[in-house]
């Protein structure tokens, strides 16, 4: 039987997602699950283990039927995930012990400032190119033995760790192998990006045994065999990545220097730095891009908390626009914002500012403010947030980048893409599948199975579809880009004078 398409199972923090994709990268169907969100307490996040597991297989199979393929012609599957979601299982049943502790979930947020107190903050930073935060898995994990008593269990080696790709795996592939590949491992806060295996120290920190943690397998290997009841045959599971390495994947980022940035809720931008481990001086992540036969290549990472929300907060709070595609339009109906520049910081900002106490600050109001300039302004907000983000990943990098590639919903906003194009300078490319995330989960797997013999050959699974190139004259960018970090400056003087 030929093997034709290569399927991506994207196990999302609201839904599970599968999408089948043909060799050359197009998208034949995706087909995807909501479940529900758990919140036993303000500020906690749970998901039921078995609904993630039900609605990746219902997905799977819903997005096969309307494929309209034979399953005997899928190549293989690919596995990417909500990062740092964490969830415990015993080893001679598989039952987890505890619901799936999300990322979001704050539960141990004290737990952190403990470590950071008792002098581990730098070290975690050396070792795992991370800034302690509760999003990572140790603290979780160590909260779940914590609670319910389980340390000599684990011990003994009766309970399993995984994050979602790990638990999927044990679920969906034959004999369970206990995996997770080295981006996942990357997010766990124990995991030593330099020896590429879990760390003792980190280990001993948070008391956790190393007989629960799985084996770290490379990004794009063969893990195991999909269960034969599922779709009735077996096909190969040949990658397991995290969704923000899988999306730089999926865009093709495979040399230094080339970024992408996910605009939706909140951005998530992407460096690849190569394969030595740097860290930055801008607060900004250093991960695992990928792991291949062996071989590291890092990543920078950072985030703009609140990007498409902002355009969700003109629609829902504010009400002045109904859709967030409507947003462009009333930009468009102005020359410019009139001065008037909005720093959504409702949760304050992250890197490159670092000021967890900054709020929302609308700034540049005259009598003649009106709701175009300030739905403009929201949008430019963007631009700007991801633009200081990307300048602080090119200085820390210390290498140019040729373009920025985009996705995610608000990339489709034209007006958007352009500023950003002109604000950074370069050109913006927006790819023909927006999926990036599973098209870099399926590209890999492709990549296990031999399809593609190295990284160019994967490369053309990638398509560009519009490309925004920078127009607006150096005078007038530097003047808007001065406008805005006064308002920043306003944003936080507000915040300081408050504490
Ligand atoms: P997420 O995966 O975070 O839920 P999506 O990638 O689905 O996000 O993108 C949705 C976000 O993008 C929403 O916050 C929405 O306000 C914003 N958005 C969607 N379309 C547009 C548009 N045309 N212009 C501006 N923002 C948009």
């Known amino acids: 039987m030929n093997k034709r398409y290569l399927v991506a199972l994207d196990q999302g923090t609201t839904s599970s997602r599968a999408v089948v994709f043909n060799l050359e990268g197009h998208m034949l169907c995706a087909a995807s699950r909501e479940f529900p969100q758990i919140y036993p307490q303000p500020g906690w996040v749970e998901h039921d283990p078995m609904d993630i597991l039900s609605s990746q297989i219902e997905a799977l199979r819903q997005a096969v039927r309307q494929a309209e393929i034979d399953p005997a012609e899928i190549a293989a599957i690919g596995i990417t995930n ?290 175009a300039h300030i739905v403009r302004a929201a949008l430019e907000s963007i631009a700007f947030q991801s633009r200081d983000l990307f300048h602080a990943m090119v200085q820390d990098g210390g290498m140019e980048s040729p373009a920025l590639r985009v996705d995610g919903g608000a990339s489709a906003n034209q007006f958007l893409m352009q500023l950003q194009s002109d604000l950074i300078g370069l050109p913006v490319v927006r790819p023909k599948v927006l999926e990036t995330t599973a098209l870099g989960a399926a590209l890999l797997a492709g990549l296990a199975v031999g399809l593609y013999d190295n990284l160019e050959e994967t490369a053309a699974g990638w398509h560009a579809e519009n490309t925004f190139n920078p127009k607006m004259k150096e005078e007038k960018k530097e003047k808007l880009l001065k406008g805005w970090h006064r308002a920043v400056d306003a944003a936080r003087y507000w915040a300081k004078q408050e504490e």
């Open 82 to 371: 909500q990062r740092e979601t964490t969830l415990v299982w015993e080893r001679d049943t598989g039952k987890c012990v505890h619901n799936a502790i999300v990322w979001q979930c704050r539960r141990t947020a004290s737990m952190v400032d403990e470590l950071k107190e008792n002098g581990y903050g730098d070290i975690i930073r050396q070792k795992t190119g991370l800034v302690p935060d509760a999003y990572f898995s140790g603290t979780k994990i160590k909260w779940i033995l914590d609670e319910l008593n389980l340390h000599e269990k684990a011990e003994k080696g009766g309970l399993c760790f995984g994050t979602v790709d790990s638990f999927l795996c044990w679920h969906l592939a034959e004999g369970s192998p206990h995996v997770t590949d080295a981006t996942n491992a990357g997010r766990t806060m124990l995991f030593n990006l330099h020896t590429q295996d879990w760390d003792e120290e980190l280990l001993q920190m948070l008391n956790i045994p190393r007989a629960m943690l799985p084996k770290v397998v490379d990004t794009a290997q063969v893990v195991g065999w999909l269960k034969e009841d599922i779709l009735g045959v077996k096909i190969p599971i040949a990658a397991l990545a995290g969704d923000q390495h899988a999306a730089l994947f999926g865009q093709a980022c495979f040399e230094r220097g080339m970024v992408k940035n996910t605009y939706g809720t909140g951005c998530f931008m992407l460096m690849n730095i190569g394969e030595e481990f740097k860290l930055s001086q801008h607060g900004l992540i250093t991960t695992l891009a990928w792991r291949l036969n062996g071989k590291p290549t890092y990543a920078f990472e950072g985030s703009v908390f609140v990007a498409g929300a902002a355009i969700q907060w003109l629609r829902d709070e504010m009400k002045l626009i109904s859709s967030a595609a409507e947003s462009e339009q009333v930009a468009l109906s102005v020359e410019n914002s009139g001065g008037v520049y909005l720093v959504p910081a409702f949760t304050g900002m992250g890197a490159p500012y670092w000021d967890m106490y900054t709020r929302g600050t609308l700034v540049g109001m005259t009598r003649g403010t009106g709701r």
